[in-house]
């Protein structure tokens, strides 16, 4: 449905595009944005997308605030290869004041009992985004890297209204103790 909708969009896009008739100068063609970004699935007035391991190279180059949260570190090794932690990559055509994003860590019950469970929440605040404008949101649970968890059921609200609590935050639930 949603992959209809976007080439629907962009087909709409195309034959709504205005022509140009040939000169005899070269004249500069008209550039059009593409919204929303490649790879983005749309739930109302949100964007998400997992980036691949190749994006995340290229997202961390360019984000001093990411590469500075993937440097922390914990006991003397960096935070992501302690913890299970995830990445995810949120736009809204609006923009928004603040956003929160929540997630479940899950992963097999033990190593010889493959039944899938949860072992807790995580609920990470982050700051303001411009209109048409991807951020980059890193999600940290508190769980050993090693179990083999991994994070599923992202689901974000972008905020209109102002933050009535510390932003950026990160707080990890455990459902396990």
């Known amino acids: ?10 087909a709409l896009a195309l034959v709504a595009s205005p022509s140009y008739a040939a000169t005899k100068k070269p004249t500069a063609k008209p550039t059009t944005s593409a919204w929303p970004p490649k790879g983005f699935k749309a ?20 984000n001093k605030s990411l590469a500075s949260q ?3 570190k914990v006991d003397g090794v960096r935070i992501c290869e302690k913890f299970s932690c ?22 097999p019950t033990s190593a010889t009992d493959k039944t899938t469970k949860t072992f807790g929440t995580i609920r990470t605040t982050v700051g303001q985004s411009k209109p048409k404008s991807t951020i980059t949101v ?9 179990l083999k968890h991994s994070i599923s059921n992202i ?9 009535t609590e510390k932003i950026p935050s990160t707080q990890y639930q455990s459902l396990t103790n």
């Open 1 to 10: 449905m949603i992959k209809r909708l976007i080439t629907l969009c962009v």
């Open 43 to 62: 739930n109302g007035e949100i964007y998400a997308k997992i980036p691949s391991a190749v994006e995340m190279i290229s997202i961390v180059s360019a």
């Open 70 to 72: 993937l440097a922390q």
């Open 86 to 107: 995830g990445v995810v990559q949120f736009a809204s055509l609006n923009g928004c004041l603040w956003w929160e994003v929540n997630a479940k860590l899950i992963g």
């Open 138 to 146: 890193l999600l940290v649970s508190q769980e050993l890297l090693g």
């Open 155 to 163: 689901a974000a609200s972008c905020h209109h209204d102002a933050a």
